[in-house]
Structure formats: C-alpha cells, structure tokens
C-alpha cells in the first residue's frame, strides 16, 4: 500500500506541527516494545511519529481526538480510515486483534508520556513519612519487616497481624514482636507459587461448635507434586495455637497427576461470606483451561466454611463440571473482597498487558479470558480483538496499562471516615495503591493514594481502623502502617 498522496498533503502541516513535537519530547520510544509496536513503527510511524509524538499526522499522546476517544472509535478510525481527514484505513491489511493491540498501545504510550514528567524526587525517601491525598493526610509507619516476598496479612482477634511470607513462613507480629508460627505446611516456594493468602474465620469458633475458641485460620499455598517440578493451589485451614500451627484439614486440593503448573497464574485469595468461603484459583499460564467447567483453573470456588461443597452451588448438578465451581473465565485472581454494604463479591484479575480487570463475581458466570479481554501478550502479540461479548460478564473497571493488580480490600475501619466502602486495590508493576470511589456497583472516581515504596502485594484493616499494606523490593520486605497524620500513635 502506497501512501504518497496522503505524504503530499500533510508535507506543508509538518512545519506547523514542530511544536507540537516539542511539546511531547517526553514520548517513550516504541523500540522493543513487541509487535504491536513493530506494526505501528512499519505502518503509521511516518505520519505519527515513531514515539506516536506526532509529525504529519496528529500525536496519539495528548488524548484530543476527532472522534470520541474510546476504544471502538479508535479502533474504528484504524480500521476504516478517517479519509476526509487523510488517515487510511487498514481493514485490509491488518487484522481485527491487531487493531486491537494497536489501540491498546496507544494507551499505554499515552500513559507513560503521561508519567514520564514525574520526578524521582517524588518518590518516598524513607519508609516513615508523611502522605497528602484528596480526603486525607496520613503517615507511613513499618508495623513489621519479612526476610523474603509477604504476600498477605489478617488479623487474630487479640490485635496481632499474621503475614504470609512467600517461602512459607507464616509470621505473628503482636506490639512489635515478630515470631514464626511453628508447624505451617510445607510449601512449594517456586516463581509465584509459595505460601499465598492468610484469612481468619471471622467467628471466634467457625461452624464447628466442639473446638477450641480460637478462630480457624486458613491458608492457600501451592503445593508440590511428588517427585516433580510441579504444582497446585491447595486451601486448608487450621488453628494457632502457642504459636503452634494445629488441627489442620484439608479444603481443598488437586491430585498429584492432576498437578501441572510449573509456577505462574495461582490465584490464590480467600474470603468468606455467611458460612461459606470463596477462593481463587489461576489458570496456571493455561488460558483455555479457565473455560473448561471440568478442570479447576480459572475459577472463582465456593465451598462450605468446612469444606464441603455447597448443594447450590451453580454447577454442583452437572456431571461434565466441578462442583466447587462458582464462576470462570479468569486469568489471575489474586484479589477478592465483599463490599461492606452490597454484599458483592469483587474480584481483581491480573491480566495480561493491558488487561488487569476489577470484576463483580456472580453466580455460574463466565468472565471470558481468554476469549475476550482488554489486554494483549506481555510481546504485543494480540490475543482477542474482542472486550465484551454475549453471555460473558464485563470487569467494571480495567487498566490499560496494567498496573499489575494484586490484593483487594474495601476499606471499613473507623479511622479514615472519607475512605468509607472504597475499594483500594494494589498494584505490584507501578507500586501503586489505588483507591477507588464505588457507587451503585461502578467506579465513578480513582486515586493513587500511595506509591513508589515497593511492588504492593495486599492491603488490610487493622482491628485499629489503621491500614496495614505488605510492599516488596529487593531485600526490603514490610507491612507498612497508614494512619490519618495527626493520630498520637
Ligand atoms: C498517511 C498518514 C497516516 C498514516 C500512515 C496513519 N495515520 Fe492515523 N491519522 C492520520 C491523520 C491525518 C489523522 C487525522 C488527525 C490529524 O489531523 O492528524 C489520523 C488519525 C488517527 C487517529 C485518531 C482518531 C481520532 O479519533 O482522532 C488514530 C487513533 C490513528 N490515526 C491511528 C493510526 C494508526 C494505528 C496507524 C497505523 C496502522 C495510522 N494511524 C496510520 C494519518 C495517518
């Protein structure tokens, strides 16, 4: 395809556009930033730029557009043209996913333009200071330091803070001193897989009347197969008792031949609800598997708080399903809260490039990865052209770029009064604490509320109303302790 009218007619707009370059000098450069990149470099970077700065065409960076700027009209202006204006269309040379990834990078380029005027200097110099938001200003405190990655954090009814460590540690930290809980499973510390969440039964007994008073205490890690250099997620639940790890049952697992991931995508999270728990499980670098009712990959599951399958559960009459099944189509699950007032299940999924999802768990649906999605290969290789389809659940909210999303928690303490029911949600890639503003199951505002300390894993509520965020970076592991700037302690 030849586009030399089209390099005719922009050649006298380039003078005019020389500020235009100028303004964006802070364009990333597309070099090795995968396919859709190479595709754009070949095809539009003549009349765009090769950092999609602008040049005889417009820049794709300062989010001004002739059309209404969302996804479809992009895509559209890309695929049919905007030929009054002199942008071809490429329908016929380009395929629909690779449309799609083309606007994908575009967002992302647009982003990164966006923070590359950031200065360093804003970042946090030490672990103990002072933060100013919209609604609030609040301090940052170590509440307590780990050897390798935390993954979680819950609360035992005396105020101390269990903290998962990913090599299978599981820590008690109570007014300032950190012990090791004896007698924790062993776990398979492999890539992502290790000892993942921590959750306390809310009721002091759990369901079962007989025991002891302390709380059942359940964990999900990834266990090995034997003799192989695989694994699977794997849920129990136990008691703490002297600091010893006791009365442990198993909820949930998968038989060794079945064990086949070899250490990405283990979801992971628990929470419970009226008796029952809901759990994650990621589809372990397999995306097809999340759509097979048979395999537990992908998969939001539901069981009784003791382990047994519930007998509404959606698919518990099926012979061609999992019993546990609640719902499907998910990639990564690694966060999982109930909205303090709706009741809702929220889900935050760790896509691929450009895919993180916030999604609201419903019974028996299906939430689409890999069919549909907002995201593409961490290469820029496409993977769906679609985001929505028929009969498959939309995320309420998405990042495009992803900001790597892992834990999520609404916030319901009583010492941020302005931050009541808002869901705040952790960002591993751009160690980032995102709150979100929800109204009638949507997000209608967002704010980074902390950033730059380290990749953030989780977030909890203190009995203490206080905020306890696990954050990691290399050889500097701790749960960091927020609380509004003019409290005593
Ligand atoms: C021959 C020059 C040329 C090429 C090649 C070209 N474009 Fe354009 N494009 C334009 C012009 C002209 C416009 C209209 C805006 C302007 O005045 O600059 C435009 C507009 C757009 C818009 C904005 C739509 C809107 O809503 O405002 C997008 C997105 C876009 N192009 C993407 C691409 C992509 C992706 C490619 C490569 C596959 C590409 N363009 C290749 C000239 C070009």
Not at 385 to 397: F, V
């Amino acid at each position: 395809m030849s586009h030399n009218k089209y390099y005719r007619v922009y050649l006298f707009f380039l003078a005019l556009q020389v500020p235009l370059f100028c303004q964006y000098a802070s364009a990333q450069s597309l070099k090795g930033e995968g396919k859709a990149a190479d595709i754009f470099l070949k095809n539009c970077s003549t009349c765009h730029g090769n950092q999609m700065q602008g040049g005889m065409a417009k820049s794709l960076l300062d989010d001004q557009w002739q059309t209404d700027g969302s996804d479809e009209a992009l895509a559209d202006a890309i695929r049919n043209g905007l030929t009054s204006a002199g942008m071809p269309a490429w329908k016929n040379s380009l395929s629909e996913e690779d449309i799609r990834s083309l606007v994908i990078l575009i967002r992302e380029q647009r982003s990164k333009a966006d923070h590359s005027s950031q200065k360093t200097s804003d970042r946090p110099k030490n672990d103990e200071t002072r933060i100013t938001t919209k609604l609030h200003h609040y301090k940052t405190q170590v509440a307590g330091k780990g050897d390798e990655t935390l993954w979680a954090i819950d609360f035992l009814p005396d105020g101390s803070m269990l903290v998962t460590q990913k090599d299978g540690v599981l820590w008690r930290f109570h007014k300032g001193k950190r012990t090791q809980i004896k007698d924790t499973p062993k776990v398979w510390f492999h890539r992502q897989g290790g000892l993942l969440d921590v959750m306390v039964h809310p009721n002091n007994a759990g369901s079962n009347k007989n025991s002891s008073t302390s709380p059942w205490v359940y964990l999900a890690y990834s266990e090995q197969a034997k003799n192989k250099n695989r694994g699977a997620t794997k849920i129990v639940r136990g008691k703490i008792k002297d600091d010893r790890w006791i009365e442990q049952h198993t909820l949930f697992e998968i038989p060794d031949e079945d064990k086949k991931n070899y250490g990405l995508h283990f979801g992971s999270r628990i929470v419970y609800q009226d008796g029952f728990i809901y759990f994650t499980t990621g589809e372990e670098n397999r995306p097809e598997t999340a759509q097979d009712l048979k395999l537990f990959n992908g998969k939001v599951h539901r069981l009784h708080d003791d382990g047994r399958i519930p007998k509404d559960n959606p698919f518990a009459n099926r012979k061609d399903a999992l019993a546990s099944i609640w719902s499907y189509g998910h990639r990564n699950p690694q966060g999982l809260d109930i909205h303090p007032t709706t009741g809702k299940i929220y889900e935050s999924e760790h896509g691929p490039r450009g895919g993180d999802e916030i999604n609201i768990i419903l019974k028996g649906q299906n939430y689409g990865w890999p069919k549909v999605t907002f995201g593409m290969h961490y290469d820029g290789r496409p993977i769906s052209a679609l985001t929505s389809a028929p009969g498959m659940e939309d995320p309420i909210h998405y990042w495009v770029p992803s900001i790597a999303t892992c834990g999520i928690k609404f916030y319901n303490g009583n010492k941020f009064m302005h931050w009541q029911n808002n869901l705040f949600v952790a960002g591993l890639r751009s160690q980032s604490l995102h709150r979100l503003t929800i109204e009638d199951n949507r997000v209608i505002d967002e704010e980074v509320v902390f950033q730059g300390f380290g990749r953030v894993r989780d977030m909890a509520v203190g009995p203490d109303g206080y905020i306890y965020v696990a954050v990691n970076e290399k050889n500097n592991n701790r749960v960091l302790k927020l609380s509004p700037a003019d409290a005593k302690n």
